[in-house]
Protein backbone atom coordinates (compact mmCIF):
# COMPACT_ATOMS: atom_id res chain seq x y z
CA UNK A 1 0.00 0.00 0.00
CA UNK A 2 1.60 3.45 -1.49
CA UNK A 3 1.92 5.98 2.02
CA UNK A 4 3.27 9.00 1.85
CA UNK A 5 3.46 11.16 5.54
CA UNK A 6 4.82 14.36 6.14
CA UNK A 7 5.87 16.11 9.07
CA UNK A 8 7.99 19.11 10.45
CA UNK A 9 4.96 21.52 10.15
CA UNK A 10 4.38 23.95 12.59
CA UNK A 11 4.62 27.74 14.60
CA UNK A 12 7.70 29.65 13.09
CA UNK A 13 8.70 32.93 13.37
CA UNK A 14 9.01 35.34 9.66
CA UNK A 15 12.87 34.72 8.83
CA UNK A 16 12.85 30.85 11.01
CA UNK A 17 13.10 28.32 8.79
CA UNK A 18 11.16 24.52 8.92
CA UNK A 19 12.15 21.62 7.44
CA UNK A 20 9.46 19.38 5.95
CA UNK A 21 9.68 15.44 5.78
CA UNK A 22 8.02 13.17 3.50
CA UNK A 23 8.39 9.26 4.32
CA UNK A 24 7.13 6.86 2.19
CA UNK A 25 6.00 3.72 2.98
CA UNK A 26 5.06 0.71 0.70
CA UNK A 27 7.51 1.48 -1.99
CA UNK A 28 10.43 3.43 -3.58
CA UNK A 29 9.72 6.93 -3.08
CA UNK A 30 13.33 8.04 -3.46
CA UNK A 31 13.25 6.22 -7.07
CA UNK A 32 10.13 8.39 -8.30
CA UNK A 33 9.36 12.01 -8.82
CA UNK A 34 8.49 13.98 -5.70
CA UNK A 35 7.23 16.83 -5.34
CA UNK A 36 5.49 19.77 -2.51
CA UNK A 37 2.50 21.52 -3.11
CA UNK A 38 1.05 24.04 -1.32
CA UNK A 39 -2.37 25.43 0.10
CA UNK A 40 -3.28 28.64 1.63
CA UNK A 41 -6.88 29.40 3.25
CA UNK A 42 -9.08 30.33 0.79
CA UNK A 43 -6.39 30.12 -2.46
CA UNK A 44 -5.93 26.87 -5.05
CA UNK A 45 -3.25 24.77 -4.37
CA UNK A 46 0.14 26.08 -5.22
CA UNK A 47 3.33 23.88 -6.73
CA UNK A 48 6.16 24.72 -4.57
CA UNK A 49 8.69 22.38 -6.06
CA UNK A 50 10.11 18.84 -7.21
CA UNK A 51 12.93 16.62 -7.69
CA UNK A 52 13.46 14.18 -10.48
CA UNK A 53 13.19 10.13 -10.28
CA UNK A 54 17.02 10.08 -10.01
CA UNK A 55 17.22 13.39 -7.90
CA UNK A 56 19.58 14.97 -10.72
CA UNK A 57 17.53 18.07 -10.87
CA UNK A 58 15.05 20.24 -8.91
CA UNK A 59 13.12 22.86 -9.24
CA UNK A 60 11.32 25.54 -7.72
CA UNK A 61 8.72 28.08 -7.77
CA UNK A 62 9.49 31.85 -8.36
CA UNK A 63 7.97 32.34 -4.89
CA UNK A 64 10.27 29.95 -2.81
CA UNK A 65 13.51 29.80 -4.84
CA UNK A 66 16.65 30.59 -2.79
CA UNK A 67 14.75 29.90 0.14
CA UNK A 68 13.72 26.32 -0.43
CA UNK A 69 15.47 23.25 -1.03
CA UNK A 70 14.23 20.03 -1.86
CA UNK A 71 16.04 16.64 -0.92
CA UNK A 72 16.21 13.37 -0.58
CA UNK A 73 17.47 10.49 1.69
CA UNK A 74 17.50 7.28 0.27
CA UNK A 75 18.40 5.17 3.33
CA UNK A 76 15.48 6.72 4.62
CA UNK A 77 13.21 6.67 1.68
CA UNK A 78 12.39 10.09 2.50
CA UNK A 79 12.04 13.46 0.72
CA UNK A 80 12.70 16.73 3.04
CA UNK A 81 11.62 20.42 1.90
CA UNK A 82 13.98 23.04 3.84
CA UNK A 83 12.60 26.29 4.53
CA UNK A 84 14.19 29.32 5.51
CA UNK A 85 13.74 32.89 5.48
CA UNK A 86 10.10 31.82 5.94
CA UNK A 87 7.61 34.60 4.97
CA UNK A 88 3.77 35.16 6.94
CA UNK A 89 2.94 34.32 2.95
CA UNK A 90 4.69 30.92 3.39
CA UNK A 91 2.04 29.77 5.79
CA UNK A 92 -0.01 26.68 4.40
CA UNK A 93 -1.17 23.36 4.64
CA UNK A 94 1.98 22.02 2.37
CA UNK A 95 1.93 18.18 0.52
CA UNK A 96 3.89 15.99 -1.00
CA UNK A 97 3.20 13.76 -3.73
CA UNK A 98 4.78 11.24 -6.34
CA UNK A 99 4.30 10.58 -9.88
CA UNK A 100 5.54 6.95 -10.33
CA UNK A 101 4.87 7.12 -13.92
CA UNK A 102 7.36 10.13 -15.29
CA UNK A 103 11.01 10.86 -15.12
CA UNK A 104 11.01 14.60 -15.03
CA UNK A 105 8.79 16.14 -12.87
CA UNK A 106 5.35 18.62 -13.13
CA UNK A 107 4.52 21.21 -11.40
CA UNK A 108 1.15 20.25 -12.35
CA UNK A 109 -1.02 17.98 -9.35
CA UNK A 110 -3.01 16.13 -11.85
CA UNK A 111 0.42 14.48 -12.86
CA UNK A 112 1.02 12.96 -9.51
CA UNK A 113 -0.56 9.50 -8.67
CA UNK A 114 -0.18 9.66 -4.50
CA UNK A 115 -0.53 12.54 -1.77
CA UNK A 116 0.10 12.80 1.68
CA UNK A 117 -2.02 14.06 4.21
CA UNK A 118 -0.48 17.51 5.18
CA UNK A 119 1.59 19.41 7.30
CA UNK A 120 0.37 22.91 8.39
CA UNK A 121 3.02 25.55 8.37
CA UNK A 122 2.26 28.73 10.07
CA UNK A 123 4.73 31.99 9.45
CA UNK A 124 3.41 34.48 12.22
CA UNK A 125 5.14 36.93 15.09
Known amino acids: QVQLVESGGGLVQPGGSLRLSCAGS????????AGWFRQAPGKEREWVSCITYNGGSTYYSDSVKGRFTITRDIAKNTVYLQMNALRPEDTAVYYC??????????????????WGQGTQVTVSS
Open 26 to 33: GFTLTAHV
Open 97 to 114: ATDLRSFGCSNNGGSYDY
